[in-house]
């Protein structure tokens, strides 16, 4: 599962989340510690890119083939993921906002934890620097990891004043965003 085939599958069978999905980044944002978190998280995807193709250049790093296959697993798992939620939740927005017609959504992933795309997004994110055999760009899940979690507890206070259901939802299901865990 790759963006392209999200957003081939996206296309033709959800257009409006697609809609929603494509308008993101900090620009986007109304909430001012939204448009800080989405710089933080652009710059910190940024040097997940970087970091990687830098320590290969220098040649700071080594990874053993079976890590980086491991990382290659891990960016379609964390793909598939998204997919799944993208699947179950049409009002998945690229940006922290209400519509008029959205309700909670408590089935699917959305039953274990309330945020699992963003679980997917970490899985594949940490994909991406075994994938490209860095562990200097390991270090870059280490702040990428804090601002989505950022991003999350300042998504629950807005949603929580704003969608109806919400409160009830974060009492029902109680992890965030790993199960049993947090």
């Known amino acids: 599962m790759s963006a392209l085939a999200i957003t081939i599958y996206l296309a033709k069978e959800d257009p409006k989340l ?8 900090s620009r986007a944002e109304k909430e001012r510690s939204q448009q800080i978190i989405q710089l933080l998280a652009a710059i910190a995807f940024i040097a ?3 970091l990687p193709a830098v320590d290969h250049r220098f040649g700071w790093s080594s990874m053993p083939p079976f890590l980086v296959a491991t990382g290659d697993i891990l960016v379609a798992l ?5 997919f799944f939620v993208f699947k179950e939740n049409t009002f998945t927005s690229a940006t922290i906002e209400v519509s008029d017609e959205q309700k909670v959504i408590s089935t699917g992933p959305y039953a274990l934890v309330r945020h699992p795309m963003y679980i997917g997004v970490l899985v594949m994110l940490s994909g991406v620097p075994l994938a490209l055999g860095s562990w200097w760009g ?8 804090l601002v989505i979690v950022w991003r999350l507890l300042d998504e629950e206070t807005f949603l929580a004043k704003k969608l109806p259901g919400y409160a009830e939802y974060r009492n029902n299901v109680k992890y965030r965003l790993l199960p049993f865990i947090w």
Do not use: D
């Open 48 to 50: 997940l890119i970087i």
């Open 18 to 25: 697609l809609e929603r999905r494509i308008q993101g980044g």
């Open 78 to 82: 964390g793909f598939l993921v998204v």
């Open 138 to 145: 390991m270090l870059m899940i280490i702040p990428m990891t």
